[in-house]
């Protein structure tokens, strides 16, 4: 028999694991949630789910409890939990929250008392459920960490959800976040960067991404099948320095903010350029002097 699942915030994510849990066989037990309003909306969606005024009936009604409220609240949404349970045993239950920024040391109040901890969390974005939408789990790349068998049966359960279960350390966490954060947020800001410039040579920033568009999918699927190192082309790859200062003393006229993101990126792809091995020595430093000639926070127009 399968584990019984409670949800303690059910707002998007919880929503859905409510839902899609569900439909992989799993029994929803307790729905607990700032309002009960909420909690009868993720009743509702799943079809199952007693909703709790008290969350810590939620808890005692499960054996898996996810804690699905916002980063900032599931310390002392959990810390809750375990003094409104009167120190009551929790051995046996799983305990987890779907933060991407946030190990499953934040649970240590329930791991006090002797439930199992650990943290998933889904590298997708979730919109309100929707009725007969597809799942937003599917294919879908999950980490787990935290405790053996937290990690074990989340394994199971994301499998089970159609995702792509994987473990990383409790204390690389942070670092498997900020990865996340510049593969996902710092790309629209780099591309952002691009479509500034375009602007600049007159073009609309939907004409713009058009133009674009080609080249992006072209390098990621670059460094899918080739590598990161590999994948890098262009005047740095190259060690063209007269096209990067050309490059620069133009950017650097638009702005000079433009100009230091321009050559912070330009040092990181030297880096890159130099694992090819086909860069003169003398154009390394060449191409490094030119580009921390405008990471300084003075403009070189002063």
Known sequence: MKPKISIIGCGRVGTALAVYLGLAGYKIAGLASRTSESAKKTATASGQGTVFN?????VMAGDIIFITTPDNLIETVCSELA???????????IFYHCSGAISSAILQ???AQGAITGSIHP????APYKHGQPSPFKGVNISLEGDEQAVKSGHKMIEELGAKPFSIPTKAKTLYHAAAVVASNYLVTLEHFALQLLHEVGLEEKKAYEILEPL??????????RGSSSALTGPVARGDVGIVENHLKKIDDLSHDFSMLYSVLGLS??????KQGNLD??????????????T???????
């Open 296 to 302: 300084s926070d003075n403009s070189t127009k002063n």
């Open 281 to 294: 020595p003398k154009v390394i430093t060449s191409m490094k002097t030119i580009f921390n000639k405008y």
């Open 109 to 111: 109040k329930a791991a």
């Open 216 to 225: 992006i999918h072209g390098t990621l699927s670059n460094i899918k099948n």
């Open 83 to 93: 003094d409104g349970l009167c120190q009551k045993r929790l051995d046996g239950k």
């Open 54 to 58: 008290d969350p810590c009936d939620a």
């Open 123 to 126: 590298l997708q974005s979730f």
């Open 269 to 274: 792809a030297l880096e890159l350029a130099k």
